[in-house]
Each structure stands twice: as structure tokens, then as C-alpha cells.
């Protein structure tokens, strides 16, 4: 018996989409019209049973599952048995399956959506909600951890509790009037885990006496420690309207994070309808705009222009030089700074539109990168792990070539596909040009050896 993980590209796919739509369970004929239309996408998959060429049973991994205006993702569902091959403990196989393969991709929590009492509580999920479905009915929802947890000995609160504190509170303050959210814990396409902020607006009557008195935030839990960039960006000569918003940025002992923010309606107005990962809370008065729901559509990798390319690619390469001018004449932080900022700031955006090309520009790729293990090739990315390096001049050379290397395999593969023109003297130029200073720079530092 194997399992195994599909595609559309997949041989299996028409015959698990002909046995889905012939089983005895009704749902069966929706996922079949869904592998028809090609639904899943990225890196959800439909995951199957068999045994040679025997399709024992199936499940799926998504982005969502048939409860709408959740953060919740990603669900594990369609699960289902033949009624020849019950008893197997086909359904617990293919659920450690589904679990490694989503916690493989970064994933630290995965939930069912179910209305069977004691069964996937047998698996390690535990009941946190309980929410209506696209058809009207009740239906629970439950989760698993698949690998971070909170830090030993802390008892950190969990997103049911967490979400009724903020929405209660709003609830009881006449002066709070909506409640939405945007950030990652709307992204259907985040990885989730315990360390996520609760990125939070309150729709507000007047700014003021909220500021008069910062001590209401303690009713959110127990702080450790507490920023408000908004003064601290006044503190340094930025000037900032308080009486249209305000924000804090808290961590609380048990490891929840909260940022929340305070804004008038005249505020909210200008901003709510920019952001694709928001989705409202909470609404009083109705004076939140519609909006679709939540994508991260805003985040994708944008397609460059060729100005935008070439502009990139001449700062790679132009910016190297520093580097190692840096490192000739024994400049340690400017040379760290020039080679993990400016130089690094280049090699990340031509990583991000390889990703671009990769995925037809329908993805994000994290702030800073975050999600280049998700995206990249594995060869790429274990390249792009050795462009670090320590304080060791030799180790800071053999990471500089490596980026080097890199960029000149990817930056070319973006041109191809957009229709640019790769540089190829300005690589080879400063090629030389770092190994002749590479050169120098050892035999310096033999002769004061």
C-alpha cells in the first residue's frame, strides 16, 4: 500500500476524479467536479490510497475548506474510505501523511472541518470553533499542531480565546464601533503557527481618551513588552496625527503578540478597501465598505520591467566592488553592511521574480524572503543558504562567489522569459575585478602575517 500526493500533472489524477465521482459518499461528486476545474493550486493536493492499482481512498489538502470569513488554514478534507478497506486505519495513514507533507512546507497547524464527535480527537486534533458553512449548517473545527510549539512551561492561549478577548472588548466599549484585521493570520496562503500576530484595527468614535490612559491594554493579558511606533517615530522628528490613529505593537508573556491599532471612520475610510488580506470582525454600525474576501493577491511578486531588471542587475554587481574594498582594507562592518543589505537587497529581488517566472507572478514570496524554501527549487535554495557567512574574510569570499554564482544562474533564466537582455560584461568585469582584490587581499595579509 502507498500514498502518495497528486497533481493534475499526476497519471492518477482522471482515475481518482472517476472513482471520486462513483463512491457512495455524496461528497465525492463535488471533489470530482473541483479536480475537474483544476481548483487546486500551489501546493494543495489531492492525496490518495492505493494498492496497485487499487484506489483504497483519498483525502486533500487546501487552502480552504467549506467555511467562509476564517483565517483558518490549511484544512485537511474529502477524507474518505472504501467500505472494502475500513478497519485499516486508512484514514489515520493518510492524515500523517497530509500532516508531514503540509509541515514539510512550513506549515504549523493544519484543521478539520467536521461534525463527527470523539474521531479526529484520536488523531491529536482538538476542537477550537465552531462556525456555519457555505450551506448554512453548524460545523465544527478542529486543529492539529505539526511542529512549533510555545516556549516550554508557558501556557500560551489559544486563537479561540485570543479572537472572542478582542471581539468581546470591542463589544462592550460604545467608543469602539468595527473591528477588522488584516496580516497573516488572513492569508490563506501563510503558514500558520503559534507565533503569528493578531494584526487588529478598532473602528473608533474619538482617538483621545484612549491615550489619556495606555493602561486598557492590559486586559488583553499579562505584557512582557510593549512598542507604540507612533510615538517613537515623533520621538525622531516624524510628525503623526494622534487624534486620527494610533497603534501598539504588544508581546505577551505567554507569547501571543498582539498589534492593534485605533483609527476614526474618516481614517479607516481611507485606507480599509487597500489592503487584500483584510476581512472585518466586527461591524456596529455598518460602516465598513465591502470588500471581497481575503488573497494575498496585493503581496504577489510584481513582473519588472526591463528598467527595473537592468537597474538591479548593475547594482548586484556595481555594489560587489565596495565589498571588497571593505575586505582589502580590513573594514569589517562596511563591508558585512554593503554585502547583507545593499548587495543582498539585489539578490533577493532576482530571486523573487525567478519565483515570478516560475509560478506565472501568482505568489508571494514573503517579506524578506521568508518563503524562499517554499518556492525555490531545493538546489537554488541551498545555494542561496551558503551566500551567509561569519567574520571570516575567507568565509565572507566564498559566500560573495556564491552569490555570484547564483545570480548569474537565475538573472539570465528572467531575462529569457521576459524578453530582457542579461549583462554579461558587467558579470564578468566585476568577476575579475573581485578576484584580483581577492588576490591582494591575501597576499596583505601573508606579508603581515
Known amino acids: 500500500m502507498a500514498i502518495v500526493a497528486l497533481t493534475f500533472e499526476d497519471d492518477l489524477w482522471e482515475k481518482v476524479m472517476a472513482y471520486a465521482g462513483e463512491c457512495s459518499w455524496r461528497a465525492g461528486q463535488f471533489l470530482a467536479k473541483e479536480m475537474q476545474k ?3 493550486r500551489d501546493w494543495e493536493r489531492v492525496i490518495v490510497a492505493v494498492e496497485g492499482e487499487t484506489i483504497l481512498g483519498y483525502c486533500t489538502v487546501a487552502k480552504k475548506d467549506s467555511i467562509p470569513d ?4 490549511p484544512y485537511i478534507g474529502y477524507m474518505f474510505v472504501g467500505e472494502s478497506y475500513r478497519g485499516r486505519r486508512l484514514s489515520e495513514r493518510m492524515i500523517e501523511f497530509a500532516c508531514a507533507y503540509l509541515a514539510e512546507l512550513g506549515f504549523h497547524q493544519v484543521y478539520i472541518v467536521s461534525g463527527e464527535v470523539g474521531l479526529y ?15 448554512g449548517h453548524l460545523e465544527q473545527i478542529f486543529v492539529k499542531q505539526l511542529g512549533t510549539q510555545p516556549p516550554q512551561g508557558v501556557v500560551m492561549r489559544d486563537e479561540k480565546t485570543m479572537y472572542d478577548l478582542i ?19 488572513t492569508n490563506p496562503n501563510a503558514p500558520k503557527d503559534v507565533f503569528q500576530d493578531y494584526d487588529v484595527v478598532y473602528v473608533v468614535t474619538e482617538t483621545a481618551s484612549f491615550l489619556q490612559d495606555k493602561g486598557w491594554i492590559t486586559r488583553f493579558g499579562d505584557i512582557a513588552i510593549v512598542q507604540e511606533p507612533d510615538s517613537n517615530d515623533f520621538g525622531w522628528g516624524i510628525s503623526h496625527d494622534f487624534s486620527r490613529s494610533y497603534a501598539w505593537l504588544i508581546l505577551f508573556r505567554d507569547g501571543n503578540r498582539l498589534d492593534l491599532g485605533i483609527e476614526t471612520k474618516e481614517k479607516m475610510l481611507e485606507g480599509y478597501t487597500t489592503d487584500s488580506l483584510t476581512i472585518p470582525l466586527l461591524d456596529k454600525d455598518n460602516c465598513l465598505p465591502p470588500i471581497p474576501p481575503a488573497t494575498d493577491r496585493d503581496y504577489w511578486v510584481k513582473k519588472p520591467t526591463e528598467a527595473q531588471y537592468k537597474g538591479c542587475c548593475n547594482e548586484f554587481w556595481w555594489c560587489l566592488n565596495n565589498v571588497a574594498k571593505g575586505i582589502a582594507r580590513d573594514e569589517l562592518p562596511y563591508a558585512m553592511w554593503m554585502y547583507n543589505v545593499v548587495v543582498r537587497d539585489m539578490l533577493v529581488k532576482m530571486l523573487e521574480w525567478y519565483i515570478g517566472i516560475c509560478t506565472d507572478f501568482a505568489v508571494s514570496a514573503g517579506k524578506l524572503g521568508k518563503y524562499f524554501k517554499r518556492y525555490l527549487p531545493q538546489e537554488i535554495y541551498a545555494r542561496y543558504a551558503q551566500t551567509y557567512s561569519d ?3 575567507n568565509h565572507l569570499w566564498s559566500a560573495i562567489f556564491t552569490a555570484c554564482e547564483l545570480f548569474r544562474t537565475v ?4 531575462a529569457e522569459r521576459l524578453a530582457f537582455v542579461y549583462n554579461t560584461s558587467e558579470d564578468a568585469n566585476m568577476t575579475e ?8 587581499s591575501s597576499d596583505k595579509m601573508i606579508s603581515q602575517a
Open 38 to 40: 483544476l481548483s487546486f
Open 433 to 440: 575585478y573581485l578576484n584580483q582584490v581577492k588576490s591582494y
Open 411 to 414: 538573472a539570465p533564466r528572467v
Open 391 to 393: 567574520s571570516d574574510y
Open 121 to 135: 480527537e484520536k488523531y491529536g486534533f482538538s476542537k477550537i470553533d465552531e462556525r456555519k458553512t457555505w450551506y
Open 70 to 73: 476564517v483565517a483558518y488554514t
Open 167 to 185: 471581539l468581546d472588548t470591542a463589544r462592550a466599549d460604545d467608543r469602539v464601533r468595527a473591528v477588522y484585521m488584516n496580516g497573516s493570520r
